[in-house]
């Protein structure tokens, strides 16, 4: 009789933590994904930059990977042509409508060279390159000077020259408030 | 015979145009051309439209040739509230559109959650799913510029477009992997070229996204982000990723490329607008529209669609004389949250100049704005309209004595 109240325990006790892995998964489909799998897919990088990988780069570097990697599409000088876009202006700080001259991180610069470029091989860029790249892109904007070391501590630390000028529509409304007449946009 | 011919000739002119610039690089590559009985079998396993039809898509800004990714819904040719999914509207932001082979595409959902997960379409696919008609509109639709962009509403407006979207609420796989109480945000990536970015706060995701695998009854499109795409309902096209393969349970918005400079607008002060998330509320008239012309006096349906990223269209009055009185029209029912909604309006034309405009009301109560009364709350001149990528304001159409209508926003 005590056996058989212990072994009811047992089954209590597992049952209980099955119960308990298996809280809010309702349907048990899906697999577990790898730490590695997660972690080679994982690219997008947020404005505090926690997710860069290490290395570095500085403009120098940069001009001659954007000469040879680049140049094809965003013209010799980064101030692209055609049907490309240049790579100037990227931090103007009178944004009257010039592309891209609204990015707020650096770190948004960072990631879609990471992610994006070069159109024709998306991806194939090293980290070191990127830095690199990336460098030189701020350099030809004037945000940082030619020989800045960018790497994951000091990216995150570049200021872009938009950063404060960016206002919501109506400030203080939320998704799903009601808006006076008109505000949209 | 002539008849036939004549007929054959715009069907294979018309599909030539699309076909062969859709699918050019397939059917090279497989060594085959288009011929005429390749593509009397395709209308046999897929039919096709009528030879006689010429409703199809065209390119921001060009009368006549498709040449480019940036591809307008013909509002002014459809009936009813449903876009056929070849007719849905596409921005082409990563130029060309993967190849995806459905078994290997998995989607995986990691970040601050309880537990990592992966999921195969055959997975997806056996999840609880839901059905449900939502619009689609690029923020950058309703771009009112001058010259042959703005000569119709197919070029105005034609970047919005509506489908029955299948799939399983976000909401569901979101909860399969115990989100964390810290979490506020996801990150959204598809798995083109530029493995395209975007964040979406976590309320909306755990509300009405959807992640969808079917479009009208059948499989996404490709264009439209085969196999499996994100519909966020009554927000920014942009929002609603193509070709989904992975979703990050995140506490910050990561501000992507595409969510950032490609997106903002600015205002003269130099501050930049960001995060509009909402589309307002909107409707236009597809019939009359610019560039028709009618053959005479007499009765005219006029006919429209009107949509808000508040939820349901709740009202659509009609002007025929430029906005000075204003009349219910009748609209189709049900009424669908999030979804274009299909008005009716009987007029009769007495031969002498109108202007018919139309004028939407949501189930906030918010209203439709004239072009005016947007540029005043915003602190700009009406033509900051030409280029800017938000406006939802009342469109008018100026009909002439002789029939022709044309686009009477800036007149």
């Known amino acids: ?185 | 015979m002539g008849s036939h011919s004549h007929s054959d000739r715009r069907w294979f002119l018309k599909r030539g145009a699309l076909v062969s610039f859709m699918m050019g690089a397939v059917r090279s590559l497989r060594g085959q051309t288009p011929t005429r009985e390749k593509l009397l079998k395709d209308d046999l396993a897929y039919g096709q439209p009528s030879p006689f039809d010429n409703t199809i898509r065209k390119t921001l800004g060009q009368a006549t040739a498709v040449t480019d990714t940036a591809l307008t819904t013909p509002l002014q040719d459809l009936d009813g509230i449903i876009t056929p999914s070849g007719l849905h509207f596409l921005m082409d932001h990563v130029k060309g559109w993967p190849d995806i082979d459905p078994k290997e595409h998995r989607l995986l959902i990691h970040g601050m959650v309880d537990r990592p997960l992966t999921y195969t379409m055959d997975e997806l696919k056996r999840l609880p799913s839901v059905s449900r008609i939502y619009f689609l509109e690029c923020n950058a639709n309703n771009r009112p510029l001058r010259g042959a962009n703005g000569e119709s509403v197919q070029f105005v407006h034609g970047r919005t477009s509506c489908s029955e979207w299948t799939g399983v609420l976000l909401s569901v796989l979101l909860n399969e992997c115990g989100v964390q109480k810290e979490a506020s945000w996801i990150v959204a990536e598809g798995s083109d070229a530029n493995k395209y970015t975007m964040s979406i706060p976590l309320a909306k995701a755990m509300d009405d996204i959807l992640v969808a695998y079917a479009q009208n009854g059948e499989p996404v499109r490709p264009q439209q982000g085969y196999p499996l795409r994100l519909v966020v309902p009554g927000w920014e096209a942009i929002r609603s990723v193509k070709w989904l393969s992975r979703i990050k349970v995140v506490d910050q918005p990561y501000m992507a490329w595409h969510e950032s400079g490609n997106n903002a607008d600015t205002i003269p002060n130099g501050k930049g607008l960001w995060y509009r998330f909402e589309l307002g509320p909107n409707s236009v008239i597809t019939r009359p529209s610019g560039g028709q012309r009618l053959p005479g006096r007499g009765f005219y349906e006029i006919t429209g669609l009107a949509w808000t990223g508040g939820g349901a269209v709740t009202k659509v009055e009609v002007s025929v004389d430029g906005g000075r009185s204003y009349k219910v029209a009748e609209l189709q029912q049900p009424v669908h949250r999030y979804a274009h909604t299909r008005f009716r309006f009987p007029w009769t034309w007495n031969g002498e100049e109108a202007v018919l405009q139309s004028r939407c009301t949501d189930e906030r109560a918010e209203v439709q704005p004239t072009l005016a009364e947007a540029a005043k709350n915003l602190g700009v001149s009406p033509d900051y309209f030409y280029q800017a990528d938000h406006f939802n304001g009342i469109q008018p159409w100026k009909v002439s004595g002789d029939g022709s209508v044309q686009n009477a926003l800036f007149l």
Not at chain 1, 103 to 131: C, H
């Open chain 1, 1 to 185: 009789m005590r056996y058989s109240c212990s072994v009811l325990a047992a089954l209590i006790t597992v049952a209980a933590c099955v119960a308990a892995s298996a809280q809010g998964r309702t349907y048990q489909l899906g697999s577990a994904p790898g730490e590695e799998e997660i972690k080679a897919r994982d690219i997008a990088i947020s404005p505090d930059g926690k997710e860069l990988p290490p290395g570095s780069g500085t403009a120098k570097e940069g001009a001659a990977i954007f000469a040879q990697k680049c140049a094809a599409c965003h013209g010799a000088n980064g101030n692209g042509g055609g049907v490309t876009r240049g790579i100037v202006p990227l931090g103007n700080a009178k944004p009257v409508k010039i592309a891209f001259s609204l990015v707020p991180y650096a770190t948004t610069v960072w990631d879609f060279i990471n992610r994006a470029m070069p159109q024709s091989k998306p991806g194939s860029l090293t980290a070191d390159e990127v830095y690199a790249a990336t460098a030189y892109v701020l350099y030809r904007n004037d945000i940082i000077k030619e020989t800045d070391v960018l790497d994951a501590k000091c990216l995150p630390m570049v200021k872009m020259p938009n950063r404060d000028n960016f206002i919501p529509t109506q400030p203080g409304w939320k998704p799903g408030e009601k808006r006076p007449f008109g505000y949209y946009p």
